[in-house]
């Protein structure tokens, strides 16, 4: 099975900064990555698919990148509702397995 | 619009059984494929399987064969979930998330989440 490991597993950062978090798999996966957005006891949100392709209406501030088994997301211009709980995916096959989350504190 | 709307919580003992339900709608049921994702409290999102909506076959990750069954109803457009013999470490939230079946593409849309309570 294909691990996936993410880092940090918490952050603070102040309204206005440029956060990157960052996700390896274990195995090359290509470009089938995604990246959700999960607040506290709410379901989780597609932010980005295919490493780098923004989910609808997400702003353009959240950016994707990367190939193979290195990757980020990037949050430009943090704003106060990006707080929340972070979690890459692959999407390339079962077991769609998850990274472990990072935690997104506003200061 | 599209929606999974899930049951409401469930407050159970261990040995018994809870059966939670996934209601779609909005979109072509059998264009995507229903997975299943449990969150422990606290704790990260794990995969547990997922049912092909077309046939009914439904595929289980290692960690959750044997006492969880995935099924759909399709003359209501639903997808189940039922965990057989409650344990402990069972009280999670579990989530249904579609998956369009035809190719690589991620979860894009979630239920709500089914707050599942396990305690004598």
């Known amino acids: 099975d294909i691990q996936m490991t993410q880092s940090p597993a918490s952050l603070s950062a102040s309204v206005g900064e440029t956060v990157p978090i960052t996700c390896r798999a274990s195995e090359n996966i290509y470009s089938y990555l995604a990246w959700y957005q999960q607040k506290q006891g709410k379901s989780p949100q597609l932010l980005v698919y295919?490493?780098?392709t923004l989910a609808e209406g997400v702003p353009s501030r959240f950016s994707g990148s990367g190939s193979g088994t290195q990757f980020s997301l990037k949050i430009n211009s943090l704003q106060p509702e990006d707080f929340g709980n972070y979690y890459c995916?692959?999407?390339?096959?079962?077991?769609?397995?998850f990274g472990g989350g990072t935690k997104l504190e506003i200061k | 619009q599209i929606q999974l709307v899930q049951s409401g919580p469930e407050l159970k003992k261990p040995g018994e059984t809870v059966k939670i339900s996934c209601k779609a709608s909005g979109y072509t049921f059998t264009d995507y494929s229903m997975h299943w994702v449990k969150q422990a409290p606290g704790k990260g999102l794990k995969w547990m399987g997922w049912i092909n909506t077309e046939t009914g076959e439904p595929t289980y990750a290692d960690d959750f064969k044997g006492r969880f069954a995935f099924s759909l109803e399709t003359s209501t457009i639903t997808a189940y979930l039922r965990i057989n013999n409650l344990k402990n470490e069972d009280t999670a939230t579990y989530f249904c998330a579609r998956r369009w079946s035809y190719g690589h593409y991620p979860f894009d849309y979630w239920g709500q989440g089914t707050i599942l309570t396990v305690s004598s």
């Open positions: 995916q692959h999407h390339y096959g079962t077991p769609y397995t």
């Open positions: 295919n490493a780098k």
